[in-house]
């Protein structure tokens, strides 16, 4: 990308809107409407997904926004996207609008990185963190 000013705005945006407007309700009410909603639908553990879908969305949304572990924590949170997108694959586009919109900032993120504004390009992590980052 040519100037990392507009990587920088799509992925500080993007992150924060996926982590305030999506992850922190569903933590802040234990993902228990979520939950309810995956044993509706007959998914096994629903508990279990439904917090790995708010992890990937709060810690995700936050990690992508700040450019750490970005490609990382954009591939957690795309794919949270897609099972969003496959869940209301009958619904008409206006409910699938934001899963598809989010999902391509994170499939981005994912194939980008960071960028030269992104923590990832300036904090070196040890072991296998460090492998995560590039």
Not at 10 to 21: D, E, K, N, T
Not at 51 to 72: D, F, K, S
Not at 86 to 93: K, S, V
Not at 108 to 119: E, K, N, Q
Request: proline share 4%; with cysteine.
């Amino acid at each position: 990308m040519n100037s990392p000013f507009a990587w920088l705005l799509i992925r500080v945006i993007g992150g924060l809107s996926f982590a305030y407007g999506h992850g922190l309700p569903k933590a802040q009410n234990g993902a228990v409407k979520l939950a309810n909603g995956l044993a509706a639908d007959g998914w096994p553990l629903p508990h279990v997904f439904a917090w790995c879908a708010t992890l990937a969305e709060l810690v995700g949304g936050v990690l992508v926004a700040i450019g750490l572990l970005t490609r990382p924590a954009a591939a957690a949170a795309a794919f949270t996207m897609f099972v969003a997108l496959y869940q209301h694959r009958n619904d008409g586009f206006a409910q699938m609008e934001k899963a598809l919109l989010f999902a391509a900032i994170f499939v981005a993120a994912t194939l980008a990185g960071s960028g030269r504004l992104g923590l990832d390009a300036k904090v070196k992590l040890p072991g296998i963190l460090g492998r995560l980052q590039r």
